[in-house]
């Protein structure tokens, strides 16, 4: 007798009484009229590994059955600005027949800042629309749109098949509040009888000053510039280090070289250099010329041309060891570290307590893990229910996979695999008192040879990837499913509906816990497990998942391989190595359009997806991007490949960014996006800072580093995929043997609440910490200072009587909370060429405040603090407490609050 079973997801199980036998398998599928019957004769099929016996069958010709058609909607860039077009795709879809009508237009235009009006005409489509045949049953359209105002246009879709099949109306939004592109501006022509040299009048840092970690350095000249200084930096030298006992470099770092737009400002950014040093930076006239061609003399008394001569320091690093023995990844979260140990006795899940004033990390806790830890991902700020009845938690959760790789043989032949597991723990208390309990726990894959080796959180899933030598397939667990189903009695898990219950989140923030919302149930009798919701399945090619990433879309990198043909088997064609975006269920963009192949010999590593601004020439978009890290290829150059993947079935490859291997210091590993819109890349040895903005420039010349390299934190990088970073500047390694706490320098940056409906007050949420977390939640970094309007004229209003909030910045600090509970910080206003301002008298606000002693911690202790408004002692009072003017205008005032968060 032979039995034989299946389950919703494909899977099968059969099992025959005796290895010796012939059998035919018989294989269908419900919604295909393929039909498949494999004749197998045990000894002889190689497919039949210690009795267990592997086997994929794959379906091609569908049922012909009428279905409504699929819809895929995507538009670019993500935020356009009023005045720029936008483009929306709509690719559409049907299993039968010819290619489904599509048909889009304006549905409604409404305003997205309060008490700005906006009308129909206010949004417009331009030119008629674009229409691609693609594959059989296939269709692609295209609108370009544009606003003249910051409105939303919601787009109305309807889209039918030729045979009665039809989806909704699909209402589909488009903010057009992105960033105008800059304006260009025209350098007025130099004199022809000039013969003066230009100078430097000022530089930032200071002669003798510390460096910033971006490695910085920003020199003023009294005039214009030649431009030729962006390819010509032979007169741009950078020496040392001089102090004795700083670390020794091989090579000078090279620089990124940057000119303003009125050509008064030169930016050079030198990224590696070594900590705690004193470097010195020299120009000369070989490339600092003015406009006439007149060389740099920065003493015009001496008879020769004389060169510009500067000192800075880096600054040190600030770490202390870390008692790890074979770590593989670790994660910070508050005062919590948490590790994965690999020990001769067993796996474990730490818990370290973090006391950063004394440079230490005290073991709290040891949990034993059931094979091999391989990822773990930290759940911070989620509610959830353990039971249907229970209360709200809002524990810190940690979930780790990982699992044996290795089969066992029994006595009575059968196989052993003792699997690949998902485990989700629960920490409660702090410091010593810190207790772990675990939650869930599951076996996500039986299958021999299979690995699941990276595992992210985003609400309300988790997401895992299983690396196998047949499949590979990222799955996604509803986390909070996943807990009421692990802890719930015999007689709850009784009541569980046949077919589970989705849940209902009402306000989209992933938990399924406020008014309205309704707690998703298992399935009686779950495929796998409780929990898991679907999976992602990769088919058609021999190639092999490498990495994933998930941020509103699955982006995953592949290796070479070979094609399949319908029925699985490899041919010999070959595939190239790719990055791909693969559809979820219910997404109907085609998989293999939504692929970005490389050439042949590349090497893709980790991917990275995320939402940034991008500069293509004098345009600047929204753009969804996929970030690949390229291993060396027949070049020997490591490489980010920046791949726009707004529009799915039309990705861009954007550029590919070099990264010389005197910065790098092993390989390029996983990113890390920071509070403040930056990017934290991984290498082995060191983590280097990127910025979206410039990842679109191409053709850096060689001998010069590229513009999105923005910054450098030594000694603070890893290979494993799990890195510990903080946005407050607290990082750790536990890669091995080395383990390490990490501090960096202390980030300062404007930000503004651009939603508020008045001035944001800080001291009012000195512990109000649902207020806090709701404010910083609103909260957006600017890369300028606009100035505010003084006066009212006419029709024109005020910004700060009444105050609006779009006038009004304040200043973020990050540092850790053991920095202390009190702050000193000086605010100076300067002028166009850096020099202080003075103050202007009675009835203007002071140009320059210190505060000792007065920016009071709203907590104390080791968690990231947020200090209250600034309550500065001045010589002037003023009821807003408004510190100082930022910029040039001597006639605009741009006030700053004191908003602090360490």
């Not at 890290?629 to 039309?650: F, M, N, R, W, Y």
Request: charged fraction near 15%; charge should be negative; aromatic fraction near 8%.
């Amino acid at each position: 007798m032979v039995y034989a079973t299946s389950d919703a997801t494909g899977d099968y199980l059969m099992v025959a009484p005796s290895v010796t036998q012939f059998y035919v398998i018989t294989a269908t599928h419900p919604s295909f009229s393929d039909r498949y019957a494999l004749p197998i004769l045990g000894l002889l099929d190689f497919n039949l590994i210690g009795g267990v016996y592997c086997r994929n069958f794959y379906f091609t010709e569908p049922t012909q059955i009428a279905s409504p058609p699929t819809v895929h909607v995507a538009h670019s860039p993500l935020w356009p600005a009023p005045g720029q077009e936008c483009r929306l795709q709509v690719t559409a879809s049907t299993s039968q027949g010819d290619a489904p009508t599509v048909r889009a237009w304006i549905d409604s235009v409404t305003p997205l800042a309060a008490g700005v009006p906006a009308e129909f005409d206010d949004a417009m489509m331009v030119g008629a629309p674009v229409e691609e045949a693609l594959a059989s049953g296939r269709k692609r359209t295209t609108y370009v749109l544009s606003a003249t105002n910051s409105v939303r246009v919601s787009m109305r879709i309807v889209v039918a098949s030729q045979h009665g099949g039809s989806v909704p109306a699909i209402y589909y939004p488009i903010d057009f509040a992105g960033q105008a592109p800059p304006l260009a501006t025209n350098i007025p022509p130099s004199l022809t009888n000039d013969t003066r040299s230009p100078c430097v009048t000022f530089t930032a840092p200071t002669d003798g000053v510390f460096v910033g970690q971006s490695g910085q350095l920003v020199i003023e000249f009294n005039e214009p510039i030649n431009r030729a200084v962006l390819s010509n930096i032979a007169g741009i030298t950078l020496s040392g280090p001089f102090n004795a006992g700083a670390t020794a470099t091989t090579a000078q770092p090279r620089p990124a070289v940057e000119l303003s737009e009125d050509q008064h400002r030169l930016m050079l950014r030198y990224i590696g250099m070594a900590p705690d040093a004193e470097y010195g930076l020299a120009l000369s006239g070989q490339s600092i010329q003015d406009l006439s061609g007149n060389p740099l003399d920065q003493d015009p008394r001496t008879p020769e041309p004389d060169a510009f001569v500067m000192h800075f320091r880096t600054p040190p690093v600030l770490s202390a060891p870390l008692p790890v023995e074979n770590a593989r990844g670790c994660a910070i979260s508050a005062d919590r570290l948490y590790t994965l140990e690999m020990l001769s006795a067993g796996s474990y899940l730490d818990v370290y307590h973090l006391e950063l004033s004394g440079q230490a990390a005290t073991r709290v806790a040891r949990v034993p893990l059931l094979g091999f830890p391989r990822d773990l991902a930290v759940i911070s700020g989620y509610n959830y229910r353990i039971s249907q009845t229970g209360t709200v938690c809002s524990n810190e959760l940690v979930a780790v996979v990982g699992g044996d790789l290795a089969s066992m043989l029994e006595a009575d032949g059968s196989v052993r695999v003792p699997g690949q597991y998902l485990c989700v723990f629960e920490l409660s208390g702090s410091g010593a008192s810190t207790s772990v309990r675990q939650l869930a726990a599951a076996k996500v894959s039986y299958r021999v040879g299979s690995a699941v080796t990276k595992v992210r959180w985003s609400a309300p899933y988790l997401l895992y990837q299983e690396f196998g030598a047949d499949i590979h397939l990222i799955g996604f667990v509803n986390l909070q499913e996943m807990i009421i189903g692990f802890n719930a009695s015999k007689a709850e898990t009784a009541a569980f509906p046949e077919t589970g219950r989705p849940g209902k989140d009402s306000n989209n923030d992933g938990d399924y816990v406020d008014e309205g919302d309704i707690l998703p149930l298992p399935e009686l009798r779950p495929a796998e497990f409780y929990g898991k919701a679907f999976n992602a399945v990769f088919s058609g090619t021999t190639q092999k998942v490498l990495d994933f990433d998930y941020h509103g879309r699955l982006c995953v990198t592949l290796s070479g391989g070979f094609e399949r043909d319908p029925k699985g088997n490899p041919t010999s064609t070959p595939v190239r190595p790719a990055y791909r975006t693969m559809p979820l269920p219910g997404e109907g963009f085609d998989p293999k359009a939504a692929t970005i192949n490389f050439a042949p010999g590349t090497n893709p590593r980790r991917v990275f997806s995320t939402v940034g601004l991008v500069q293509t020439g004098q345009t600047v978009e929204s753009l969804h991007l996929a970030l690949v890290t390229l291993a060396p290829d027949a070049d020997g150059i490591q490489k980010l490949a920046v791949i726009d993947i707004t529009l799915p079935e039309s990705p861009r490859l954007l550029n590919k960014i070099p990264f010389p291997e005197d910065i790098i210091g092993g390989q390029l590993g996983s990113v890390v996006h920071r509070s403040d819109g930056m990017l934290e890349l991984n290498t082995s040895q060191h983590i280097l800072l990127l910025d979206t903005l410039a990842m679109g420039q191409t053709n850096t010349p060689p001998d010069k580093l590229h513009p999105a390299i923005v910054g450098f934190i030594p000694a603070a990088g890893a290979a494993t995929r799990s890195v510990a970073r903080t946005d407050y500047g607290l990082g750790a390694v536990a890669e091995g043997g080395r383990g390490a706490l990490i501090v960096s320098t202390p980030t300062l940056q404007f930000v503004q609440f651009p939603e508020a409906s008045a001035l944001v007050s800080p001291s009012e949420s000195v512990g109000q910490t649902e207020m806090l977390g709701a404010l910083m939640e609103k909260l957006r970094p600017v890369a300028t200072v606009t100035p505010a309007r003084l006066w009212t004229n006419q029709i024109a209003q005020s910004d700060l009587v009444p105050p609006n909030p779009r006038a009004h910045y304040y200043v973020l600090l990050s540092l850790p909370g053991a920095a202390g509970p009190q702050l000193e910080l000086t605010f100076e206003s300067l002028n166009w060429v850096g020099q202080p301002l003075p103050n202007k008298g009675a009835g203007f606000a002071n140009d320059r405040r210190t505060a000792p002693g007065r920016h009071q911690a709203m907590d104390c202790g080791w968690p990231p603090k947020r200090l209250q408004r600034c309550d500065f002692n001045c010589d002037v009072p003023h009821r807003r407490q408004r510190k100082h003017r930022a910029g040039r205008s001597t006639r605009r005032r741009r006030d700053l609050h004191g908003f602090l968060r360490v």
